[in-house]
């Protein structure tokens, strides 16, 4: 079993004390865009993650959270989470709060994240890799993400330039 889904089940096990709220097939859970402060832990059923209109996953596996990179981050939603199919969830309205009250959480959120992210990364290793020897634009795409990969923080909060360099307009 992997670390993701041992991480599931202790969040679902966690909750389970949380009270469920269903949705239809074609409900949208979370809006791209404003943060809404509001947590989501699947407990049954499946969602779609859109970025506009392009699927990223669908995710139908118990413990799966949703909301947790705006609630984190105090960003705006970066992806639309829409049931597919009958969907239980608990919904948690100040996740920011929930997630400072509740430790234990944080750390297989953490851990999913963790595994998010090593699933990105091989992805932009691989993108890199495939495009590096190209002279036309396309070329671009291993410094494009190497500047991806390596920002680190909100844009707010990032170190402006060196002294006497100029800002990268990538970022």
């Not at 909750?15 to 509001?38: C, F, H, M, N, Q």
């Not at 851990?111 to 290793?125: P, Q």
């Amino acid at each position: 079993m992997e670390p993701q889904d041992t991480s599931m089940q202790a969040v679902l096990a966690y909750t389970r004390d949380l009270a469920k709220v269903g949705y239809d097939a074609g409900d949208v859970l979370i809006t791209e865009g404003p943060s809404s402060g509001v947590l989501y832990i699947l407990v049954e059923g499946a969602v779609e993650v859109l970025r506009g209109d392009v699927r990223v996953s669908l995710v139908d596996e118990p413990g799966a959270v949703f909301g947790e990179i705006s609630a984190l981050l105090g960003r705006p939603h970066s992806a639309t989470v829409r049931a597919i199919q009958p969907t239980v969830v608990h919904r948690i309205e100040d996740a920011e709060s929930f997630l400072q009250m509740r430790p234990e959480i944080v750390f297989h959120v953490a851990r999913i994240l963790a595994s998010r992210l090593i699933d990105a990364t091989t992805y932009l290793a691989d993108l890199k890799h495939q495009f590096s020897d190209r002279s036309d634009h396309l070329g671009m795409v291993d410094e494009v993400l190497e500047a991806l990969v390596n920002q680190q923080l909100p844009a707010q909060q990032q170190p402006g330039p060196a002294p006497g360099t100029k800002p990268d307009p990538r970022l």
